[in-house]
């Protein structure tokens, strides 16, 4: 196959022009004959009693349909957290129940504890104003450290605030307790990871259609991975059977995690369209959106690094608070605990790592992953704690690094936090960084700011994270309540094109581009005769969908898989064809030749005789050609980065603006370097808003003040640089068929502590005496540090 | 109710609509130009960026009455009279100037009104003009060099790669 449309190829996109045309079909697009609309009533307050709720009014308003409080929802089952984690002492985590509609208690404001079924959306939202819920506010528990020593619950009926007191790893506890009493130097940290809103621009909506006539359901709604909210809804939630209920998720327009999760809305259309026989439709505002989306971050941490004078390291340990709002989120368990713990090596040698986090209830919106989930979360920790080592050390920054790196020849490298990094060359990515820098150049540019009035930073980081997670039986020992392959169907069609079944979800991923790609190189095909199924579960092999950087690592291994079993079989057919045997036939650029000879046949006439089998060798053979692989990986996927942030930094009025940024990573091979640089750009900005802009913040009552974008700050174009990227030359995973690690969060995780460093670097530089600030580093924070030093 | 009368991509339509109908609403519900997209409820994210009377309008800020008689373009109007994608569109295309593609048809009605009054925009009036545009995948990045690219500039020439 030519490499202009096989893997390593920049083809454009196909999906963008439907896309570009306004013919996207997202689901608040969707409209069905006779659809009611739904509107959620939800609490104004963080935490109170439920004492009565008055409906008549209400239900007396024009085309009212329906109208369901919590009371509706009782005998139905609760929302589940996907991963059980015990605590040091063994206890296993509290679970308070999640129910469709808040009942009895109000949680969190945003908290829906009723819902108008109306002809339309306006009447819903008039309707749903005469709603009188009688609610006793009681006082809202938000801060965690006060939440763990009061006592006052988010949920009486477990009696703590405590979710689960984690250690990782318990038996190294002791060890490194030890290696930090007795290490030549310490450094100590306390740092906040700032809260976040995931903010995927198009909001969540649902509609649900129930058909009488086969008592089945169909949902319509915003998912990642909607085999996965079908499971959920049918064995957790409402006890629908799999096999009556369709889950369809469109093109959705953005996720980065916030959609990921199962939500009571969900279900509640599903229940409304069989109460009142119509399609119920939904969909949020954007209020809506910050007040109930999970949310991301949120953890308060103190982190020690033990070195010697030299710089090696010996030992990290973390203390944090992982706030996990006021229900559990369907992964809000593992995000802190093993896409975070397990991380806490970094990238280096450290011979102990010891890690203790408490999960802790509070009256705010459930916190779950979001684009990176877990792993910004302990990069920054190690590498804000590494640099502010390195200046009370007085070691370069890179040099710290460079002394303390795994080396390529020491994969695969057993960390001290217990995984097992396949491959890497961490050297090589600050090479490519150092020089796409030029620090030399640097220091010119540097003097250039100050004669602007300016101070000048150079922040650098290096990251190492965990994609693809699995294998399905070490994540099932580690308390996963689910597996984590994933699966495709290769279905070849009589004329010769292919219809691929995959479970995962592309949301902006490309998937409909890059997975004919690999079926095109493999079949030596056009790609464009490969189109891609995704997001219906009544089409698609269950697969656990879109996140985590998964697809290409788990989904197009799958996809390579099935692929690999058309060709078997099609070779069979071939053999026949040609009357030779198989094991003398080769497969090259879409001909089966006998080899030695000139006698072939091309794919497609095999794809057609598979179909039309006559002078079919039936007692040998099937008919038809469609194979379905499921892939359950060895091992999680290893990325890895080296960047940089060059800042200035105002100081008259404390403002960051970014003036460079470079990202070099190492992804394993690359399928397509467009859709991959796209990918490392929008991550690096997500970390940069983070870094610099973004906070979510409640205030003592419990009450989001930044829930618009008026309030919550998104990055906008004119925030920001051109980023320069690098992702060439990686090292292959080795331990799945494509060799890829994925790369949709790496961006994301190695940049906040990129731009925070940078920014320190240059109050130092400027005389200022501050060696931390908490995100967001705003022009208020920044200034209030640099005239408190 | 009150009756609307206006053209929309070169056809004359119209309607009857309440007093508080926003624009973009009669565009999704009442036309199905589902393309005009709602992202947020306070005029910030631009998703539902449409022309009228040439001047780029967020339809979610306006209502369906103010628009009687106007000239209205969308999203569904934009491509060439054969169907191909219009020069800002494949630029968006050939740049990888979209993922998830939410926000992409107000980025391109607001990218199509900013070459209209500046044809060869600079990289910082670029970014200055998409201040009312937010998209959450890009990072700006690769929409900034497909608006360069829309106006014959030199791609390579404006981006770090």
Redesign the interface.
């Known amino acids: 196959m030519p490499k202009d449309g096989g893997i390593g190829a920049s083809t454009?996109?196909r999906?963008?022009?439907?896309?570009?045309?306004?013919?996207?079909?997202?689901t608040?697009?969707i409209?069905t004959f006779g659809q009611a609309a739904a509107t959620f009533v939800r609490s104004t307050v963080a935490n109170g009693v439920i004492k009565s709720i008055d409906t008549s009014a209400a239900a007396e308003m024009p085309g009212v349909l329906a109208i369901f409080t919590g009371e509706d929802f009782v005998d139905v089952g609760g929302n589940p957290a996907g991963w059980l984690i015990n605590s040091r002492d063994g206890e296993p985590m509290k679970e308070p129940k999640r129910p469709v509609l808040a009942h009895g208690k109000v949680r969190h404001v945003g908290d829906a504890y009723a819902a108008v079924i109306a002809e339309t959306e306006?009447q819903a939202r008039d309707a749903a104003e005469e709603i009188i819920a009688d609610i006793e506010e009681l006082p809202a528990i938000i801060d965690m450290a006060a939440a763990l020593a009061g006592d006052a619950y988010v949920h009486d009926e477990i009696g703590t605030n405590q979710c689960f007191d984690w250690g990782w790893i318990e038996d190294n506890r002791a060890a490194t307790d030890e290696a930090i009493k007795n290490a030549p130097h310490v450094t100590t940290l306390e740092l906040i990871n700032n809260r976040l809103v995931p903010?995927?621009?198009?909001?969540r909506a649902s509609i649900g259609t129930y058909d009488a006539a086969g008592d089945s359901y169909l949902l319509q709604t915003t998912s990642q991975n909607p085999h996965l909210t079908r499971l959920l809804i049918s064995a957790f939630v409402m006890g629908i059977p799999e096999n009556k209920l369709t889950v369809i998720a469109p093109?959705?327009?953005?996720g980065?995690g916030s959609k990921i999760y199962h939500y009571g809305e969900e279900a509640l259309v599903l229940a409304a369209a069989k109460k009142v026989g119509r399609p119920v439709k939904w969909?949020a505002?954007?209020?809506e959106s910050f007040l109930t989306d999970a949310h991301g971050r949120d953890h308060v941490t103190k982190i020690e690094l033990a070195c010697e004078k030299d710089g090696t390291f010996i030992a990290f340990r973390t203390e944090t608070l992982a706030n996990v709002g006021a229900y559990l989120s369907n992964f809000s368990t593992a995000t802190p605990t093993f896409l975070h713990g397990t991380l806490m090596a970094g990238n280096y040698t450290v011979p102990n790592v010891y890690v203790n986090l408490k999960a802790v209830f509070t009256n705010t919106a459930p916190v779950d992953a979001y684009r990176g989930a877990g792993r910004p979360e302990a990069t920054y920790s190690i590498e804000r704690v590494i640099d502010m080592a390195a200046r009370e050390l007085n070691i370069d920054p890179v040099e710290i690094r460079r002394k303390n790196f795994i080396k390529p020849d020491q994969f695969p490298f057993g960390t001290a936090a217990g995984l097992e990094y396949d491959s890497g060359n961490y050297d090589a990515l600050m090479d490519k960084m150092e020089a796409i820098v030029d620090r030399k150049a640097f220091e010119e540019r540097r003097k250039q700011s100050e004669a602007n009035g300016k101070m000048r930073g150079l922040g650098i980081n290096a990251y190492v994270e965990a994609c693809g997670i699995a294998p399905s039986n070490l994540v099932g020992v580690l308390g996963s309540r689910v597996g984590l392959y994933d699966a495709a169907t290769v279905r070849v069609n009589a004329t010769g094109n292919l219809s691929v079944m995959v479970g995962a979800h592309s949301?902006?991923?490309?998937h409909e581009t890059v997975f004919p790609q690999i079926v095109g190189e493999m079949l030596g095909i056009d790609p464009q005769s490969v189109d891609i199924v995704h997001g219906d579960t009544s089409k698609i092999p269950f697969g656990m969908g879109t996140y985590g950087s998964r697809s290409l690592a788990v989904c197009g291994s799958a996809v390579v898989r099935a692929t690999e079993k058309i060709i078997a079989k099609a070779k069979k057919i071939a053999a026949h064809m040609l009357e030779a045997s198989a094991d003398d036939l080769e497969f090259t650029d879409g001909q089966f030749t006998v080899k030695g000879t000139d006698k072939s046949v091309s794919f497609g006439e095999v794809a057609l005789k598979a179909y039309i089998p006559h002078e079919f060798p039936i007692e040998d053979i099937e008919p038809g050609l469609e194979e379905t692989a499921f892939y359950d990986p060895a091992n999680f996927t290893y990325p890895s980065g080296a960047y940089a942030c060059e800042v200035e930094v105002d100081p008259e009025t404390g403002k960051v603006t970014i003036e460079?940024f470079t990202a070099c990573d190492d992804f394993g091979n690359v399928m397509n370097p467009?859709?991959v640089?796209?990918q490392v750009?929008?991550?690096?900005?997500?970390g940069i808003g983070q870094a610099l802009l973004e906070n979510t913040t409640y205030d003592e009552n419990g009450q989001l003040l930044s829930a618009?974008?008026?309030d919550y700050v998104?990055?906008?174009?004119?925030d920001?640089?051109?980023?320069?990227?690098d992702h060439s030359d990686g090292t292959p995973c080795t331990h799945n068929p494509l060799g890829a690690k994925g790369c949709g969060e790496g961006?994301a995780i190695g940049s906040p502590p990129t731009v925070v460093n940078a920014v320190i670097d240059a109050l130092q530089s400027g005389g200022k005496n501050v060696t931390h600030i908490d995100m967001p580093l705003t022009p208020a924070r920044v200034w209030a540090a640099m005239n408190n030093a | 109710m009150a009756s609307v009368t206006m053209t929309v991509n070169g056809k004359s339509v119209s309607g009857d609509v309440e007093g508080r109908t926003l624009m973009s609403d009669f565009l999704r519900n009442d036309l199905r130009l589902t393309g005009t997209h709602i992202g947020c409820d306070t005029s910030q994210c631009g998703a539902c960026v449409i022309h009228v009377n040439g001047e780029a309008v967020k339809s979610c800020t306006m209502f369906a009455v103010e628009a009687d008689g106007a000239e209205v373009a969308t999203i569904e109007g934009q491509a060439n009279t054969d169907g191909s994608l219009n020069v800002i569109q494949q630029a968006f295309q050939d740049h990888h100037g979209l993922q998830c593609g939410f926000c992409t048809p107000g980025m391109v009605m607001s990218a199509a009104a900013l070459l209209k009054d500046n044809p060869k925009p600079s990289e910082a009036e670029v970014r200055e003009y998409l201040e009312g545009n937010i998209c959450r995948c890009t990072g700006y990045h690769n929409i900034v060099k497909a608006i360069m690219a829309a106006s014959g500039q030199d791609v390579p020439a404006v981006a770090a790669e």
């Open positions: 454009t996109r999906e963008d022009v439907r896309f570009l045309t306004g013919k996207g079909k997202y608040a697009d409209n306006q903010n995927a621009m198009e909001p093109d959705v327009g953005g980065f969909v505002d954007r209020t949301h902006g991923q490309g460079r467009m859709i640089s796209g750009q929008g991550g690096v900005v997500q618009s974008y008026m998104m990055p906008r174009a004119d920001l640089p051109f980023i320069a990227v961006g």
